[in-house]
């Protein structure tokens, strides 16, 4: 998160805290009023009757995450920004003793709000963090469950919150977060100026974004069930809460998902590493001396790179491929990888011996050259459809994709 947005969030949301601590109330908008869409009626009157009071008021959220994650006895659960720390106390009682619920917020007046609440409810299976969600200060696999409540849209860096999320997650950990999600195209201006009605929500997702982001960040199991629609005139049912479920996934999920492996030698397996990092999204899931492996989120892909000893022999392979399921996708990954300065071909409409394909290619710091695409239709069976491509994209003539086609 930049500085300047970073201490923005702070210093609003430290005013908040200090208004419930001086008893006039939390909302976040300008009027109490301004917050009903968003914040009323999150709550059953039985959840919050022994909380204090002040942990109420203090609630900023668009869900009640704690309800919908299905939290069981003995789980240890965090909340992203858990702000006067209703959610972690909902949490805290239906995890029991045996369980345990992290809050973590850069706040120092919502902190102590918080630390304060749990005292007046003696709860005592919570413990309050500082730091920022992009930066979570808990080991690799700590937690069972995380959860936050319309806080991950607040990040402009979501790419690194949601990794964060599933470091911090064990295998099988559940990913349950309440947040305002876009739905379908909505002009900048109006989409800016319903953020300003919501109050302190801005920068939601798209829908179909939020899905890419947890899908390069690991998850499986991705839904988004909305909970609240948000009407407004000029962009009926754009605006949504909605829950966000994902899973980690398990030893069991990745020994059972199809997946092509590559072993390849490499020159110099650091720079290969820092390369296919960015090639695919993610850290590679295995690390030992000489050897890394990656498994892509987005490409049924098990890639091993090992050091090459004999000196400028790296790079066995010279040419692989990763079929993706739609054109959508691969225009998706390529403005990915596009923006982590990789040089990339694109090839869109194009006679690839027996098949009409979009794709583009990326070569490796081995000359290892890298084919990503989806099939269009077989040649065999249909007729090249004259002008495909995706608008804005070159569109290469037929049959220069894998140089000259089979007899």
């Not at 295998?171 to 100026?193: L, Q």
């Not at 590679?284 to 890639?303: A, H, R």
Request: hydrophobic fraction near 40%; include cysteine; charge should be negative.
């Amino acid at each position: 998160m930049s500085d300047d947005i970073r201490t923005t969030v702070r210093d609003k949301y430290g005013q908040v805290a200090l208004r419930v601590i001086q008893g006039a109330g939390g909302c976040c908008g300008a009027t109490p009023d301004a917050c009903d869409p968003i914040t009323a009626d999150l709550y059953a009157a039985e959840e919050t009757a022994s909380l204090p009071a002040e942990a109420v008021q203090a609630s900023l959220g668009c869900g009640n995450p704690t309800a919908l994650a299905r939290l069981a006895a003995g789980e240890t659960v965090l909340d992203l920004g858990s702000g006067g720390g209703i959610d972690v106390l909902l949490s805290a009682g239906r995890v029991g003793p045996t369980g345990k619920a992290y809050g973590l917020d850069m706040t120092d007046e919502m902190l102590a709000l918080a630390r304060n609440n749990a005292a007046k409810a003696g709860v005592s299976n919570v413990e309050f963090l500082k730091g920022h969600i992009e930066e979570i200060p808990l080991p690799d696999a700590a937690v069972d469950v995380v959860i936050s409540n319309c806080v991950i849209n607040l990040s402009p860096d979501k790419d690194r919150v949601l990794a964060q999320a599933f470091r911090v997650l064990k295998p099988g950990g559940r990913f349950a977060v309440s947040d305002v999600v876009v739905r379908g195209p909505v002009p900048a201006e109006i989409r800016r100026n319903v953020e300003l009605w919501i109050g302190c929500l801005a920068g939601a997702l798209d829908e179909a974004e939020y899905r890419a982001k947890l899908a390069r960040a690991g998850f499986v199991d991705i839904e988004i069930e909305p909970t609240r629609i948000y009407q407004v005139p000029e962009a009926p049912e754009a605006f949504m809460s909605a829950f966000v479920r994902a899973r980690k996934p398990t030893g069991d999920d990745v020994a059972t998902t199809p997946r092509v492996h590559v072993h390849m030698r490499v020159a110099d397996l650091e720079t290969s590493r820092a390369f296919y990092e960015r090639f695919f999204g993610v850290a590679p899931v295995k690390v030992k001396p000489g050897y890394v492996k990656f498994l892509p989120p987005w490409g049924p892909l098990n890639l091993a790179l090992s050091e090459e000893q004999r000196a400028g022999n790296g790079g066995h392979v010279d040419h692989m491929g990763l079929q993706l399921r739609s054109q959508e996708q691969v225009v998706r990954e390529l403005a990915r990888i596009k923006a982590a300065g990789l040089p990339v071909r694109e090839e869109f409409g194009v006679d690839c011996r027996h098949a009409n394909q979009d794709k583009f290619w990326v070569e490796d710091p081995d000359g290892v050259e890298w084919e990503v695409y989806v099939l269009n239709h077989d040649l065999e069976d249909e007729s090249p459809v004259a002008g495909r491509g995706a608008p804005g994209l070159h569109v290469v003539a037929p049959g220069s994709c894998c140089g000259p086609a089979a007899p």
